[in-house]
């Protein structure tokens, strides 16, 4: 199997909904876990987190890139400068260790028959 991979766009918006299905890949995430405050995460679940999801996504915001075996998409990594992942600038224990710019993954996520 050889994978590509598509950085994620309002083009292919449709394959990131078909991957991370009705639950939003896990209870409700659709990959926002990080991106908030747990009380504004917790709080929507679901439908409201794709809704912010899809709204990074139209702002085109540095998200991650979705995998694809063909056509198919099987897989998905999100990464963005640690800034943009407010629970991480917010952790005591994931606290930065210097002033240096980096870049975070915070998510790595495939379909049920590719893991």
């Avoid at 409201?48 to 075996?69: C, F, P, S």
């Amino acid at each position: 199997m050889k994978l590509t991979y598509k950085p994620l766009t309002v083009k292919n918006w449709n394959d990131f909904e078909t991957l991370f299905g009705e639950r939003g890949a896990c209870g409700g995430c659709w990959c926002m876990a990080w991106r908030l405050k747990s009380s504004l995460f917790e709080k929507q679940k679901g439908n409201g987190n794709k809704r912010a999801m899809k709204h990074l996504v139209e702002n085109k915001e540095q998200i991650g890139v979705v995998a694809y075996d063909g056509k198919t998409p099987v897989g998905w990594c999100s990464f963005a400068p640690r800034e943009k992942y407010l629970r991480l600038e917010n952790s005591k224990v994931l606290s930065p260790v210097d002033d240096k710019a980096v870049w975070s993954i915070t998510c790595f996520f495939m379909a049920k028959d590719y893991r």
